[in-house]
């Protein structure tokens, strides 16, 4: 009889649980029994793990054997177990000291020639292990980086068990054959590629678009400005061609850099989607997801069958979130946001369990004025009847759009600013530095506070304990009599003037700033000089 143990974690999204993977060997008819709620692929394992320790050199026990994953009532699934369960086996057998891989987290899938592969969600499953007080992981060599991002955790990246078992028995390690260089890598497939067709590949390795690349669209590069420094949701509304995309592109490179916690949020969601950039282990700037429109709910917010998985709010945390021709989205798919927005998190309960994902992003909505694009434009036909203007419209539904902070209408671009020699536009890194200034206002203002930007800050809190100077609520008080704004809308034309504040340098916001954050909000000219363009 023999018995070993070690272990090895479970991920319910970004959340991990640390497994406990036993091995028993008793006399009896060989076989391999598994036990422990595992899934489908983690069934498979059995004929995985069993070819790779023969094709590594080590015997099989020919005896009865069962594989327990504890806790029993914890679903497990994936391949990760792999690599955990041949050494319990092997240890089992006496091949290895028990004691030895007993505090070991080891996470990884086997090939049938013994190699370890990657697999996704390891920066989650090590910062679980780390938090359980376990200090010595082994993974793959190609996951080794993402794995030692944690602090006060000793990483082993191994490349076959061969490496690991000579690793445990101090014997000479074996070289690998490396790979060859240029040579498409098996172990990494569908690992590296960014976006799964969610649009994330903007920011996720490739170069940044550049705001000075925009010509004109003086009041939709302020509202990008405000939408950066506070963190406020953003709709865009123009005809076609006058560059709302262009506009949402530009916005995360206006984002501070992520704090090393938000990157560490944003990379253990991107690790159990698997859409980590080879060769990034650490993801230091704002995601950038933009999915099509015909994106489905469990892509959006997270689904699938049995457990579910990130859906692109979750891949937009801590960045942008682009709806592009957002009326021709589902409507249950639009209302679904509407959760996020306030929680900064999205619960999905599915058959395989409850999930519960992080989503504080910021949303960008960019809409047609009709379905043909044309309604009123100057010299343009728009063959739209009125009631399909009105259903078109009506597709981003009230509950929606409250939420948004800014509201503001794309013009087409004059042919003077498109083919001027001197458009006046500034950089990407002139109006970041802007956005950085405010922040740290805002940061200096929410000290000891559990908010971070204007954005988050609680309505009550911004009428009771910073107040605006007397006198600058009047317009916004006439629109909340007038029905133009609900209680919620006055609280979010609050927050947008303490932006507008922050960037203007006030120490609160006057008359001018509560005009400004009106005029982005509901549209409506105040008479009043917009913030990027006072002295």
């Given at each position: ?91 089992a057998a006496e091949h290895l000291d028990p004691r030895e891989i007993a505090d070991l987290v080891l996470i990884g899938e086997l090939g049938l020639d013994g190699r370890v592969r990657p697999v996704p969600g390891v920066l989650p499953a090590v910062l679980a ?95 990008l400005e405000v939408a950066a420094a506070g963190r406020h949701h953003l709709l865009l509304q123009g005809p076609p061609g006058a560059g709302k995309t262009m506009l949402a592109e530009r916005l995360p490179g206006l984002l501070p850099p992520l704090t090393p ?275």
């Amino acid at each position: 009889m023999g018995f070993a143990r070690t272990c090895s974690v479970a991920l319910a999204g970004v959340e991990g649980v640390v497994v406990e993977v036993q091995a028993d060997l008793e006399p009896g008819v060989a076989a391999f029994t598994l036990v422990g709620l595992p899934d489908k692929s983690l069934v498979e394992s059995k004929d995985r793990v069993r070819a790779a320790v023969v094709n590594s050199g080590a015997e099989w026990p020919q005896k009865k054997l069962t594989v327990g994953l504890s806790p029993a009532a914890v679903p497990k699934s994936g391949s990760g177990f792999d690599l955990a369960v041949a050494c319990a086996v092997l240890a089992a057998a006496e091949h290895l000291d028990p004691r030895e891989i007993a505090d070991l987290v080891l996470i990884g899938e086997l090939g049938l020639d013994g190699r370890v592969r990657p697999v996704p969600g390891v920066l989650p499953a090590v910062l679980a292990a780390a938090d359980a007080g376990y200090r010595q992981v082994v993974v793959a060599e190609r996951t080794a980086a993402e794995a030692s991002l944690v602090p006060g955790v000793s990483v082993l990246g191994i490349r076959s068990l061969r490496q690991l078992i000579a690793v445990l028995t101090d014997a000479p390690v074996p070289e690998e054959e490396p790979l060859q260089e240029g040579r498409p890598d098996p172990m990494l497939a569908g690992l590296s590629v960014p976006g799964a067709g969610l649009g994330t590949g903007v920011l996720l390795g490739e170069r940044q678009p550049d705001l000075a690349e925009v010509a004109g669209q003086a009041k939709a590069r302020m509202a990008l400005e405000v939408a950066a420094a506070g963190r406020h949701h953003l709709l865009l509304q123009g005809p076609p061609g006058a560059g709302k995309t262009m506009l949402a592109e530009r916005l995360p490179g206006l984002l501070p850099p992520l704090t090393p916690q938000e990157s560490l949020e944003v990379t253990a969601v991107h690790s159990v989607a698997g859409t980590l950039p080879a060769g990034q282990p650490l993801l230091d700037r704002a995601p950038y997801c933009a999915p099509h429109h015909s994106a489905s709910m469990p892509s959006l917010v997270g689904g699938g069958s049995g457990l579910p998985r990130p859906g692109a709010v979750s891949l937009a945390h801590r960045g942008v979130l682009f709806m592009d021709e957002a009326p021709e989205f589902s409507g249950r798919v639009l209302d679904a946001l509407r959760q996020p927005l306030e929680s900064g998190h999205v619960i999905v309960a599915r058959s395989g369990g409850v999930l519960r994902l992080p989503a504080r992003f910021l949303l960008v909505l960019a809409a047609n004025p009709c379905p043909c694009g044309r309604h009123g434009m100057l010299g343009e036909g728009c063959d739209c009847a009125p009631q399909a203007v009105r259903r078109y419209r009506a597709r981003l539904s009230g509950p929606l759009l409250d939420r948004v902070d800014l509201r503001v209408t794309v013009e087409p671009v004059a042919r003077s600013e498109l083919t001027g020699a001197e458009r006046g536009s500034e950089t990407t890194a002139e109006v970041a530095e802007r956005v950085r200034a405010a922040r740290e206002r805002a940061s200096a203002r929410l000290a000891d506070m559990p908010w971070a930007t204007n954005s988050e800050v609680p309505g009550h809190e911004l009428r009771t304990r910073w107040r605006v100077d007397p006198g600058a609520l009047v317009e916004a008080e006439r629109d909340m009599e007038r029905g133009m704004l609900t209680a919620r809308g006055l609280d979010r034309v609050l927050r947008v003037a303490w932006t507008v504040a922050d960037l203007a340098g006030h120490d609160r916001p006057d008359a001018a700033d509560v005009n400004c954050a009106l005029e982005l909000r509901t549209g409506v000219h105040r008479g009043t000089v917009l913030a990027g363009d006072r002295p």
